[in-house]
């Protein structure tokens, strides 16, 4: 029998245990979910495309967000980095772009700022001397004054850095900086490929250079007068740019614009995007999914003390039944599940953890995911939830980008591969 005082130490660890951040490789909580997302693999796929084609590939990948991505791009950055590639990964929403507001400008700066800080062996002359030709235009914009005559790579990083941090921090700036980089933007990428090629020329034979452009699936949509939105300028009408770099890269980009009507005109610049879809916790017709649920205990069992991952039941919830239910709530979605597991804990005194600290874990999401539902569109969630399928709308696409839509995959028996939508289930309550 516990004590309070360790009882308090249990639920402390189990609560950070279930913080929603991404999986470094090798991570003991990670748990392979290929089985009940119709079998994709971004090591295999993605990884495979980089490492056979002779040609520069540029591919998209995408799935909700807090869906998994990111863990699933870490291994994939190991996976190469243990064939002898080099990697560039960054996370362009943490240090140099706002969701909110981005633009093509804003994914360049940060490509070159990463690629140089990652590349040390690298003549970095190329980048300094564009930089030092365009210092004069940014210097009253910027604000500070730089002497780069020696063109040293620590003084072109930190003026990058600048750069970067002002168009993220910066909405007083950031159209400014733009306006005098967008004329320049063909000749930053010719001494960017310049760079790139000193690179790889260092390398080994049949070794690759991989940059991976992480969360750019989360900016934000706005959607012009025209009906055209913002992820169709950055994505279609600056594909020829994203596509220049003399190297490999992995974008990934919003799901909504790959559900949209411009989805062929993507795959026919890119190829075909990967999605990674939500964890099938329920079938079409609405019975729970076995394998699904098993898949979401086995996260959940991973994430717990060593002690108690062998007694979910009775030891860490009171019963299958509310087990269950805080599974299929999460609708396979991870960011939820491990949300809803944190709620549920901070409403528990003691384990286990009893139907209405669930419940009300479940009530709080709810809460959320209505508060995202303007009242027009119910109507709209109730067509997908009957039909399991969505238009090809700009309301479809942003209920997709919020999740209040989520899809599934699977393989068929004969391994034929289906994709379907359903409302998230936190919902369901309100469309009865």
């Given amino acids: 029998m516990l004590t309070l005082q360790q009882m308090e130490a249990y639920l402390d660890e189990m609560y950070n245990s279930f913080t929603p951040t991404p999986l470094q490789p090798g991570d003991a909580r990670y748990v392979d979910c290929r089985a009940v997302r119709g079998d994709e693999d971004v090591v295999e796929d993605l990884g495979r495309t980089v490492r056979r084609s002779h040609d520069f590939t540029q591919q998209l990948y995408t799935g909700y967000r807090g869906s998994g991505k990111t863990t699933e791009l870490l291994r994939l950055k190991k996976d190469l980095e243990e064939r002898g590639h080099v990697v560039v990964y960054f996370a362009a929403d943490e240090e140099d772009l706002s969701v909110q507001d981005a633009q093509y400008t804003d994914i ?148 909504s614009l790959v559900y949209s009507h411009r989805a062929t005109d993507l795959k026919d610049i890119y190829g075909i995007p990967q999605v990674l879809p939500s964890i099938m916790v329920h079938q079409e017709q609405g019975e729970p999914y076995a394998p699904g649920l098993a898949i979401l205990q086995q996260i959940i069992r991973r994430r717990l003390p060593e002690s108690l991952r062998d007694n979910l039941v009775p030891g860490v919830f009171e019963s299958e039944a509310v087990l269950q239910k805080l599974c299929l709530r999460s609708g396979g979605y991870v960011r939820d599940l491990v949300q809803l597991m944190q709620e549920a804990i901070t409403k528990t005194d003691t384990l286990p953890i009893d139907g209405g600290a669930v419940q009300r874990a479940v009530d709080n999401l709810r809460d959320v995911y209505r508060r995202a539902v303007e009242e027009p569109w119910w109507a709209v969630l109730r067509q997908v939830r009957d039909a399991k399928q969505i238009d090809n709308d700009n309301l479809h696409r942003s209920l997709l980008f919020s999740r209040c839509i989520l899809e599934y995959r699977y393989l068929d028996v004969e391994e034929r591969k289906h994709t379907w939508y359903d409302v998230h289930p936190v919902l369901w309550k309100e469309l009865a």
Avoid at 178 to 187: A, I, N, Q, Y
Avoid at 193 to 207: Q, S, Y
């Fill in 108 to 255: 360049l700066l940060a490509c070159t700022r990463h690629l140089l800080r990652e590349l040390k062996d690298a003549n970095p002359r190329p980048i300094m001397a564009w930089l030092q030709a365009r210092w004069q235009s940014l210097q009253d914009v910027m604000q500070t004054e730089v002497n780069l005559e020696e063109l040293s790579l620590e003084a072109g990083l930190s003026e990058f850095a600048k750069l970067t941090a002002a168009v993220r921090t910066e909405p007083g700036q950031r159209q400014k900086i733009r306006d005098r980089l967008d004329p320049h933007t063909e000749t930053l990428l010719q001494a960017l490929n310049t760079f790139i090629e000193d690179a790889r020329r260092g390398l080994p034979p049949n070794k690759k250079v991989v940059v991976i452009a992480d969360n750019l699936d989360r900016i934000v949509p706005i959607f012009r007068e025209n009906g055209r939105s913002n992820h169709e300028e950055i994505f279609l009408d600056r594909a020829e740019q994203l596509k220049a770099l003399a190297c490999h890269v992995v974008y990934t980009v919003p799901i």
